[in-house]
């Protein structure tokens, strides 16, 4: 999923995510360093996915006794692996929506968009007092 995000980044902005990492550490935070900041996020997210993956693999494998020392290490171990894939799952969302948001600012707006929204109408300041 991040490579995925990874490369929407990079044909956003046009350029390798190297690049763009070191471009955003000389400039002032803006959407830039917000996406990649997402997706950093969402890379450790799914690295702590893996890690639990394999921990919790070890912990049940089954040529090894599981007590109730070992069971509680299972169950801390699968709380942290739903726990990291709950963060990786929020991360992709949010980070995917911003960037079909910013997508669409690159497309040719409709028509309806060009035409202005009338002002909203001001409160006229009532001379007699209210009641």
């Known amino acids: ?14 350029a390798p995510l190297a690049d763009l990492e070191a471009h955003a ?10 996406l990649l900041a997402s997706h950093h996020d969402l890379a450790f ?4 996915i893996a890690f639990h993956r ?13 007590g109730a020392h070992e069971v509680s ?3 801390d171990c699968a709380r942290r692996l739903a726990e990291a894939v709950a963060v990786r799952d929020v991360q992709a969302k949010t ?21 202005p929204a009338p002002a909203p109408a001001a409160l006229a300041a009532s001379p007699a007092p209210s009641r």
């Open 1 to 14: 999923m991040s490579t995925e995000i990874a490369g929407r980044i990079e044909d956003l902005y046009g």
């Open 25 to 34: 550490q000389d400039q002032p935070p803006g959407m830039l360093s917000a």
């Open 45 to 48: 997210a799914e690295q702590s």
């Open 54 to 66: 394999d921990r919790l693999t070890q912990l049940v494998h089954p040529e090894r006794q599981i």
């Open 73 to 75: 290490h299972v169950l």
């Open 95 to 115: 980070v995917s929506a911003v960037l079909q948001s910013l997508g669409r600012v690159t497309q040719p707006a409709p028509l309806s968009a060009a035409v």
